[in-house]
């Protein structure tokens, strides 16, 4: 197991020479990840570069422990500073030397068993100007009954257009554009933000053949709460790109708007309450009552429909508007001093790092 990165020399293998950079937090998951990868047919990576973004040293399993045999040789494990996978991806890819290709894999997917031959096919197809080359992501749902709310949220990962749960970018774009940036603290709007400032600065994104799968993990019936921590990054994303990045991302809107009405009919019960005003109060509890239950309908309905997935969808309907709104409130204060996007002239890339540069002029073959 090597301590630091090793460099290549040459460059009579640049097409195919690829490091790949797994950000982790030790979870069970990585271990087939790991295997997964080492059993795939075609060229393996020169460099597998593990991120341990895990907040504490103490009573941890070393990561080592779940690289396969046939992977140790190229494996590298560095420390992260524990500030969320943006900034751990950054940690890995400036870990990896000098390999032209970064792949970027989550700890919770599964690389395909041709994944190996379909990457190198995905990189020989590449031209000069594509930064990045996407991957096909599946995600397996249950076949004998209706996906959960839950699974429904993880499928959505299958149609996200710029996904880092399996991509492989250019390190000459990383370079340019200064990486992911680290204001970005969830697995979440970081992939985007970075596919849109590296179509800014001129380059393309290409899409790829190879197949990963993205199993959904387990979760507990409170997760639906903790996403709307999103709502903050979606305000960032808004500062950096402006108000059409939605489109440009292929993003969903989402439902703040929504949640903006209920959350404000919810204030104006409790308020008209206080000052006695009950036909106002009666009004309010009234259009709250509406929304919420739309909403909750709108999360049963599609899914299994059981006694425990009803209650979970009942409940955190009650709550996710409020949460929604609170953490679109935190962000409008934490980003307030973000800036838009400047890429022409010296403007400087989102992160630390050098400035971001123009994609390079494409030769045409004649």
Known sequence: ????????????????????VVPTLGRPSLRVTLHALAGAAGPKPDRLI????????????????????????????????????????NTGWRAAGDVPWIVFLDDDVVPGPAWGDELAADLRAARPRDAAVTARIDVPLPEDRRPTDWERNTAGLA???WITADMAYR??????????????????REDA???????????????GTRSTAHPVRP??????????????????????????????????????????????AAAGTLACTVLRRRRAATACAALWLAGTTEFAL???????????????????????PPAAVWHWLRGQLAHREAQPLQVRGAGPGRTPGPPVRRAPEERVRR
């Open 50 to 89: 593990l991120v341990d973004d895990r907040p504490g040293p103490h009573g941890r399993t070393p990561l080592e422990d779940h690289v396969p045999p046939s992977l140790s040789s190229v494996t590298t494990v560095v420390g992260g500073r524990a500030m969320g996978p943006a900034a751990a991806r």
């Open 171 to 188: 390190r000459e774009a990383l370079e340019a554009v200064g990486g992911f940036d680290e204001r970005f603290r969830r697995a979440f």
């Open 193 to 207: 933000d970075l596919a849109l400032r590296v179509l800014a600065a001129g380059w393309r994104v290409a899409a």
């Open 219 to 264: 979760a507990d019936r409170w997760i639906s709460l903790r996403l709307q921590a999103g709502n903050a990054d979606d305000v960032l994303m808004t500062r950096l790109h402006g108000p059409d990045w939605w489109t440009r991302a292929a993003a969903p809107r989402g439902r703040l708007p929504r949640h903006l009405a209920v959350t404000a």
């Open 298 to 320: 709108a999360r049963i309905l599609p899914g299994p429909r059981n006694r425990d997935e009803v209650a979970t969808m009942a409940w955190t309907s009650v709550f996710i």
């Open 159 to 161: 149609t996200a257009r």
């Open 1 to 20: 197991m090597s301590t630091h990165p090793k460099r290549t020399g040459g460059t009579g293998r640049a097409a195919a020479t690829y490091a790949v």
